[in-house]
């Protein structure tokens, strides 16, 4: 089975393997698991910034941002398929109780423009605007990647009208495999940012919210409050490391393989349009008539397996367990589709 749903269903290479049982653990709760001290304080080096905070999943690392960068009646700024508004059910409502502002934007996108025009006025009638998020890559955007340069022009916004800046980079390292820039030029525009262990990179699970010490001390209690406080995490950590280690120029591979995969799709008679493809995500948008349960239950007749991602939209997802034999017989079987 071709499985192209996502880049989190890889499995640990053998060698990420080794690292992983080799580790020395501690229990983290205490704050004495060596290997996830060691994978904190690496990535804060990588980015430039203060602290790190290790979590079982991106959507908590999310959360406990959201968490601790606002208060209740506050607003969060962002895009309206942003994955903290679509994918986490809800939970910046719940979890921390406040508004979304939902904007609009090309492929996933805001400008520093949008978020000025719907920055709140101080009225007891709106909620306070507080924080704004940005998805880099963006997801529904098709691995759409921001521009460097109108991220330094949101974050004079922000710092000109007193908004905290997160990014949610679940495929952070995608994007910067692509633009060829550094982690470090990121920590300098963001209050705190997200990093996910298990999409690309190809750990088994894992994310990390980096921020300064003070937010990631309070982000630790959140953590806790969460459910989030694990044990022996330094097996797991392990396979972060590696990951940062070895998996991130490999990306590169996965972003040609995804090309491909567009450039198949385009030749397809009833796929009528394929978002341009930056990284490793591909979307096509089936011809009027065509749905997308149907294109799924062809493919999946064929032993390859995708996702739904709205209204006439398939999404597929290459990854480190996707390889070019992998891509051939990915040409050939969807090749026989007849509509």
Known sequence: MIDLRSDTITKPTPEMLEEMMSAKVGDDVFGD?????????????????????????GTMTNQIAMRTLTRPQDEVICHKHSHVYLYEGGGMMYNSMVSPKLLEGDRGRITADQIVESINPDDIHFPNSKLVVLENTMNKGGGSIYDIDE????????DNNGLKLHLDGARFFNAIVKTGEEPSQYGRLFDSISICFSKGLGAPVGSVLLGTKDQIKEARRVRKVFGGGMRQAGYLAAACIYALDYHVVRLAEDHKRAQNIGQILQELSFVEE??????NIVIGKLEEGKSEKWFLEELEKRDVLAVGFGKGLVRFVTHLDFSDEDLDQFSKSIRTIIA
């Open 33 to 57: 698991d060596p290997t996830v001290n060691a994978l904190q304080r690496k990535i804060a080096d990588l980015f430039g910034m203060e602290d790190a905070l290790y979590c079982p999943s």
């Open 151 to 158: 991220i330094q022009r949101i974050r004079k916004v922000c």
């Open 274 to 279: 394929v978002m341009p493809v930056d990284t």
